[in-house]
Nanobody, 126 residues
Framework: QVLLVESGGGLVQAGGSLRLSCAASGLTFSRYTMGWFRQAPGKEREFVAAISWSGGSTGYGDSVKGRFTIYRDNAKNTVYLQMNSPKPEDTAVYYC???????????????????WGQGTQVTVSS
């Protein structure tokens, strides 16, 4: 059984920092591209960031470029999202997702991902 479990969400002040983690089990983690998406109330799910299975390539949504960083530790089967200088508009439920040998051409496409976590709430106060 594949499980993706996000953690690290919570309340953070604008301009602060927060790190999300996603621990994977039940899959060969190093063969999966990992992505982060988010969904705010009343809005569609939005691509945030992705990292290749090797960790050599990363990609970001326009709204978080320069503020968020995705990285992974294949020895710990964990992917992280470092959120620096968050803004109130970053408030959302954040989901991690796994895409088997995913190509960078599909990083931003939800349907490319095979497995999803249950999400973790991030609230940014002004």
């Amino acid at each position: 059984q594949v499980l993706l479990v996000e953690s690290g969400g919570g309340l953070v002040q604008a301009g602060g920092s927060l790190r999300l983690s996603c621990a994977a089990s039940g899959l060969t983690f190093s063969r999966y591209t990992m992505g982060w998406f988010r969904q705010a109330p009343g809005k569609e799910r939005e691509f945030v960031a992705a990292i290749s299975w090797s960790g050599g390539s990363t990609g970001y949504g326009d709204s978080v470029k320069g503020r968020f960083t995705i990285y992974r530790d294949n020895a710990k089967n964990t992917v992280y999202l470092q959120m620096n200088s968050p803004k109130p508009e970053d408030t959302a439920v954040y989901y991690c997702a796994a895409d088997f040998l995913g190509s960078s051409m599909s990083w931003g496409h939800e349907k490319a991902y095979d497995y999803w976590g249950q999400g973790t709430q991030v609230t940014v106060s002004s």
